[in-house]
């Protein structure tokens, strides 16, 4: 029977106590009133209906068939309080096809809810906007509210991918937490709107195996039951599959789904698999998958943007929660983006690092709507280096969130996310990786002009040390602070002094000022010994020399003007 059914599974997201877990009770219990009882299988429910999974059962739209399919089943993912939020979310990101999004009609778009929508907009495709408790606003005002509402929320919705969502006014628990009155408004309106939404969701039956487990009990002389969702590839009785935490490896002995035995489960599907019989205090929740299919992980490359809603910053060097496949650890980055000037044919991918290009350090993670006078990159990655091993999958869904800023503070605690595009196991994968890749940071030097050769060169100090190799910087570009641009001729004497060529030579005020310092000897003149960044720069014009420093370069010697 499960083979005549089309999952498709619907996120239930909101800001707390909006009526999620109350909207999921309202639609679960409507599949089985009389309207669905005309189909048979209408009152199958999910195997788990704890931890925050329902279901229920309508007709396949027509649209929708193309074999012998006839119901189409909405499993409801109830995603309860704040703390589990993100990693709820991100666990069953690769199988959800559509959320949910509950508001409370008397309270707008709260700070959660602006999480949720970033959420949302990161793991699926198509968003119902659920305006609950409209019970609460007395009947002849209810209209006028409800449009304020719905106008109000579109306006924040415009920017996003969500911009022409439906707004479906509901009450779930007409009366509130005491109340029994069972006429929920706009339930009917909401399931229509469900069944519109839906479509065919992609799965794939191809590849290794991955389940997220997220409940776990054992059946004395049986075995352990895990109950979760096929991410990835399908699952068949008799398969071995592995518990990558424990490290060991269980046989399938039987599986159920819609409380029916079944002999296999593809992507999408909630199942529950029992195997060999293990302690299942020891699996609470997390991923199986097939033996030697999920690298446990150290450090990984992941392509990163910044979320909008994020008002701190994300630097180089700070730590986040990383949240990647199932797990949440403390991580360490350090960013970096590619820029049209450093590769001008570059087209970003989504999927995919290369190691060849040029990349260019950033000390943080840009906005990429910031509108400053500085290129912005056509890509940003950063590598992470985790404070603990994280077992996922490859281009596993990554968020960067900053988990234990104050939930009451109003802000939106998710700050970028990415895609995991490369990883290793090696602990040192870190710091192989930057000497690895030509990640370069842009530098200066500041000198000072100290005196004219002619109208059209200058001699200068402060930029080098007496034993720096003149001839690598031989034909830099340098600017003075006076505006004009020149090059490095060469070395003049042997105290790291160089010549300047003014191409266009000095200006008016240029030689003015240089004319009147001619013979005063300058204070803090340098010593030969001193390094440049301990060189007086109060000279009258200053010399600035631009360069970038790849960080593959072991002598920190190598530039590029
Ligand atoms: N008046 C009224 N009260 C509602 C409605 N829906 C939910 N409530 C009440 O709002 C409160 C929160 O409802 P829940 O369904 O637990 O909300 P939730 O979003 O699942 O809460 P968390 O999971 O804790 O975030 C409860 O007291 C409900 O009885 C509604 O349509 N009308």
Do not use: W
């Not at 001699?459 to 080098?464: D, E, Q, S, Y």
């Amino acid at each position: 029977m499960a083979d005549k059914i089309m999952n498709f599974n619907v996120g239930v997201l909101g800001h707390v106590d909006s009526g999620k877990t109350s909207l999921s009770k309202a639609l679960s219990t409507q599949a089985s009133t009389a309207s669905f009882d005309k189909n048979p299988q209408s009152r199958e429910r999910g195997i788990t209906l704890d931890l925050g999974f329902s279901s229920f059962c309508v007709d396949l739209p027509d649209r929708l068939k193309e074999d012998d399919r006839d119901t189409l089943q909405f499993t409801l993912v109830d995603c309860p309080g704040h703390a589990s939020l993100i990693r709820t979310i991100i666990g069953g990101a690769q199988i959800i096809d559509l959320m949910m999004l509950v508001v409370d009609v008397t309270k707008g778009f709260q700070t959660q809810t602006a999480e949720c929508l970033v959420i949302g907009a990161i793991t699926c495709e198509k968003m119902i906007v659920v305006l609950n408790k409209v019970d609460l606003i007395p009947e002849e005002k209810r209209q006028m509210t409800i449009e304020k509402m719905t106008k109000k929320l579109r306006k924040t919705l415009e920017p996003t991918k969500f911009a022409d969502s439906q707004v479906i006014p509901v009450a779930a628990k007409p009366g509130g937490p005491e109340s029994e009155d069972e006429n929920h408004i706009g339930v009917t309106d909401l399931i229509e709107s469900l069944k519109s939404n839906a479509y065919k969701p992609k799965r794939e039956e191809t590849g290794p195996l991955i389940f997220s487990v997220d409940h776990c009990f054992s059946i004395r002389g049986q075995g352990t039951v895990m109950t979760g969702t096929v991410l990835k590839g399908c699952l068949s009785t008799n398969d071995t599959v592995e518990l990558p935490s424990m490290k060991v490896t269980k046989k399938v002995k039987s599986m159920q789904m819609f409380r029916k035995p079944v002999n296999k489960a593809v992507q999408g599907d909630r199942v529950g698999v029992c195997v060999t019989q293990f302690d299942p205090k020891q699996l609470e929740r997390g991923l199986v998958c097939s033996p030697g299919a999920l690298p446990t992980i150290n450090a990984a490359v992941i392509s990163a943007q910044k979320i909008p809603y994020f008002k701190g910053s994300a630097s180089t060097k700070a730590k986040f929660h990383i949240t990647m496949g199932h797990e949440t650890v403390m991580g360490r980055l350090s960013f970096f983006g590619v820029y049209k000037s450093d590769v001008p044919d570059f087209t970003p991918s989504a999927n995919e690092f290369n190691f060849d290009l040029k990349y260019k350090h950033q000390d943080e993670l840009l906005d990429m709507k910031s509108d400053g006078e500085n290129e912005l990159p056509l890509q940003q990655f950063a590598l992470v280096e985790l404070e603990k091993p994280v077992t996922c999958d490859h281009h596993s869904l990554v968020i960067g969130s900053k988990l234990d800023t104050d939930i009451h503070a109003n802000i939106c605690r998710l700050a970028f996310n990415g895609v995991l595009l490369d990883s290793s196991t090696d602990p040192k994968y870190a710091e192989s990786f930057m000497p690895r890749v030509k990640v370069y940071k842009n530098k200066m030097r500041e000198g000072i002009v100290e005196r004219k050769v002619d109208d059209y060169s200058v001699i200068c100090r402060g930029l080098f040390k007496k034993e720096s190799n003149m001839e690598m910087f031989i034909g830099l570009r340098v600017e003075l602070s006076s505006g004009e641009k020149g090059l490095i001729e060469g070395s003049f004497g042997q105290s790291g002094k160089f010549k300047v060529r003014i191409p266009d030579g000095l200006s008016a005020d240029s030689n003015a000022l240089l004319a009147a310092t001619k013979g005063k000897k300058s204070k803090g003149k340098a010593t030969p010994e001193a390094a440049p960044a301990e060189t007086d720069t109060s000279g009258p014009i200053k010399v600035f020399l631009h360069f970038k420093r790849y960080s593959y370069d072991p002598q920190k010697k190598m530039m590029q003007s």
